[in-house]
């Protein structure tokens, strides 16, 4: 008796097996439409719409995916398809109507937006991306000058899909360094967090080219103003902790056209809260360590004399970059991009207040930046 | 399963006892399900980037009322919650007398861990429908969760303990790791400032995370199955709850360092933020979220069966049934409606915000009304008196 009923239960597992196994969401790869980028902009037809421009690989196209016929490299193998509608995810719908196959997000690796858009703001668009699981937080995010379209068209030809280009470019010159990195997910962090001015890559598509062209800042979710390559560097020094590249001065005030170029290599920023009487004061020490990779002076650096000079040289050129940076942020952006805020909240949260802060406070913040630079090797070069 | 069917069949009389990692094991799995992903948020809405803090605090507590209910075991040796506030509030002469005083106490909690069933079970589908299989209805992943939990409950305690055992180190080592792991994207600034700690902040901190430490009830039933007079297994049940606890705080530590609570406040499930944006290294895997949500589903199947068997043993016991069985497959279609029940994700969580409240209290106050009831009539004294407490 008891068998038989073990018996029973074992054909209702059985039967348990077998509905368990459907799968609602089951969707064949070739089934989907994937994006590996999206670009934003303004409608060409000024009427307030959005416009969503995908870009969109075409798997055969791809070399190494059977038929060889790919591999050329070039726009064969990727399709540009653009839709408008009143929000983002109505031109996202739009598209789909366009298109034979479900779309998928879930590759997109590159967000671009329009520089007419990010200062108009990007709240609202960044609303719906935050709401679509597929849209990861590991994406870059990139304020495009000109039309965001441009960048998508725009081919570099070294990758199959050319915005891969884009996303090795910002990855690998993060990794060096050189550029800030700033996915998707930190710049929500970062516009989330009210001790920290959000910032944005900027790229510029020059027909083939794509150009990193420095930072949007943005107040709220408009872009306000943007840095320039340059003061990055002092960003990127200040603010991260990394080196921001090579660097060059010249040697002597007396000939500003020989250079010497300095690579930095290690980096400690020290930032330190003061306050005398009612005056707030910040103190930056930054000291980098690094080699000389080249110079135009013809001097001999196995001289301590001149080693000297130049680390002088290189840390004035530095300390005037940064304050140009940090005088630039408080007279005209009156946003504290380089997060002094964070710092100021974390060490001495008594000092900071959020109302007054950014109108009042940070501007007549009295920042002293001192360097100091350090010359460990001077190349192959015994000289 | 054949051998185990039998050997539970043969212990049906006779209580089952848990050895000391079995009682660790259900414990930490049982307080480890949903609450995981959304505990970031939740302590850190209210107490900013000390919600550590209130996570530890919070440990701290029910750790307290664990040690509370041990004590209670102590004086009353095989009785769980039920049967021990029979004998704590009867009177030998009338039996019954005990039985009615008892009713609200089973009853409360009765109530308490349907609705964490039903809770459970419908936070599992919501995230699983919002993040993973979007087009899967709701009906069908509450549905196979409570099904699925339905088939364990059938069993008995003994099965129920080792599935625990067997889980628990499948749900710790990924959600640890994960902990772990997102620390790279971790600004520690973020932390700050530790002082001046706003207490009033902190407090309620603890306060909205306490859900996430929700089924340490459990113990009040497992209680009657354990050998609490041995010192290991007391210090098992503390174990059960400071692995949570460890974990609670890594995850909220690095949730805090790698979004800051500002950002905290935007993310419905913010550890599954976490693991979305954590790498591990050398790209072996480099979407983990799905890896961790299968594991997750574990720690949720725990979480789920375990209450459910506990709400199916307790009506058995309260109306003297032959089998739990029998409470299990008509509880099924009531849970299933009761998860069903919120219109949307945000009532559920303020649903679930309701029932842990009452969860917290009936833990907290009932065990200490027992014990307090229990020293003032002197009862179970006599168990204690050859052991050192």
């Known amino acids: 008796m008891k068998e038989a009923l073990r018996g029973r239960f074992l054909i209702l597992y059985l039967l348990v097996v077998v509905v368990l196994t459907g799968c609602w969401d089951q969707q064949e790869i070739e089934e989907r439409t994937s994006i590996v980028a999206l670009a934003l902009d303004k409608s060409t037809r000024d009427d307030g719409l959005i416009r969503l421009s995908a870009q969109i690989p075409i798997p055969k196209k791809v070399a190494g995916s059977g038929t060889n016929s790919g591999g050329a490299g070039g726009k064969e193998a990727v399709k540009i398809i653009s839709s408008t509608g009143f929000t983002v995810s109505g031109a996202a719908n739009n598209l789909q109507k366009r298109l034979n196959q479900e779309l998928f997000y879930g590759h997109t690796r590159v967000i671009a937006i329009s520089e007419d858009l990010a200062k108009e703001g990007i709240g609202p668009i960044l609303d719906s991306l935050r709401r679509v699981p597929q849209i990861r937080r590991l994406l870059w995010p990139v304020v495009v000058k000109g039309e965001a379209l441009t960048l998508l068209q725009s081919n570099p030809k070294l990758e199959q899909i050319p915005i891969l280009y884009l996303t090795d470019l910002l990855h690998n010159n993060a990794a060096l360094e050189i550029i800030p990195d700033i996915t998707l997910g930190r710049f929500y962090s970062d516009m989330s967090d009210s001790t920290v001015g959000p910032v944005m890559n900027i790229i510029e598509a020059k027909g083939d080219e794509m150009v990193w062209d420095g930072l949007a800042v943005f107040k709220l979710d408009k872009m306000i103003g943007q840095l320039n390559p340059k003061e990055v560097y002092s960003f990127l020094q200040i603010k991260e902790e990394k080196s921001g590249g090579t660097v060059y001065v010249p040697c002597h005030p007396n000939q500003p056209e020989k250079m010497v170029v300095l690579k930095p290599k290690t980096i400690v920023t020290k930032k330190d809260f003061k306050k005398a009487g009612d005056h707030l004061a910040l103190n930056i020490t930054i000291r980098i360590e690094g080699d000389v990779v080249e110079t135009q002076c013809g001097i001999p650096l196995s001289k301590q004399e001149n080693i000297t000079n130049i680390e002088r040289a290189i840390a004035n050129d530095m300390k005037n970059r940064a304050e140009q940076l940090i005088k630039r942020l408080q007279t005209e952006m009156h946003q504290d991009v380089l997060a002094f805020a964070t710092l100021l909240r974390a060490t001495h949260p008594q000092w900071w207040d959020p109302k007054t802060w950014e109108s009042q406070e940070f501007p007549k913040l009295d920042v002293n930046v001192d360097y100091r630079v350090h010359i460990r090797r001077t190349g192959m070069e015994a000289m | ?389």
């Open chain 2, 1 to 389: 399963m054949r051998v185990i069917v039998r050997m539970s069949n043969h212990n049906q009389n006779k209580s089952f006892i848990l050895s000391s990692s079995q009682v660790m094991s259900l414990i930490t799995s049982t307080i480890i399900g949903v609450g995981v992903l959304t505990l970031p948020r939740t302590v850190t809405e209210k107490a900013h980037q000390s919600g550590w803090i209130s996570v530890l605090i919070g440990g701290m507590i029910s750790l307290a009322i664990t040690w509370m209910i041990m004590k209670l075991s102590q004086r009353f040796h095989g009785k769980n919650i039920l049967s021990a506030g029979e004998s704590v509030l009867g009177s030998k002469k009338n039996k019954w007398l005990g039985k009615v005083f008892a009713f609200p106490i089973a009853f409360i909690f009765m109530i308490y861990w349907i609705l964490m069933t039903a809770g459970v079970a419908r936070t599992f589908g919501e995230v699983v429908v919002t993040a993973v299989l979007v087009k899967t209805p709701l009906e069908v992943t509450v549905g196979t969760m409570l099904f699925v939990a339905f088939l364990m409950v059938t069993y008995d305690m003994e099965v129920m303990a080792r599935v625990n055992e067997i889980l628990l180190p499948i749900i710790i080592i990924p959600v640890l790791l994960i902990a772990v792991l997102s620390f790279q994207s971790a600004y520690f600034y973020r932390l700050l400032p530790l002082f001046p700690l706003d207490w009033i902040a902190v407090f309620k901190g603890v306060l909205a995370g306490v859900f996430g430490y929700q089924g340490y009830e459990l113990m009040t039933l497992i209680m009657g199955n354990i050998q609490s007079e041995r010192k290991e297994i007391r210090r098992a049940a503390m174990f059960g709850i400071a692995i949570p606890m460890l974990v609670y705080t890594l995850i909220v530590i690095a949730g805090t360092a790698a979004f800051g609570y500002e950002e905290l406040k935007n993310l419905m499930w913010p550890t599954l933020e976490l693991v979305k944006t954590t790498e591990v290294p050398g790209l072996i895997l480099e979407r983990i979220e799905s890896a961790f949500l299968g594991v997750w589903v574990a720690a949720v199947f725990t979480t789920t069966a375990n209450i459910y068997f506990a709400v199916c043993y307790l009506i058995k016991q309260l109306l003297g049934l032959k089998h739990h069985r029998y409470v299990a497959i008509v509880m099924l279609p009531a849970l299933y409606y009761l998860a069903m029940w919120p219109r949307n994700v945000h009532l559920l969580f303020e649903y679930l915000t309701y029932a842990s409240y009452i969860g917290f209290i009936s833990s907290l106050g009932i065990p200490l009304f027992l014990l307090v009831i229990a020293m003032i009539r002197k009862q179970g004294e006599k168990q204690k008196g050859g052991q050192p407490s």
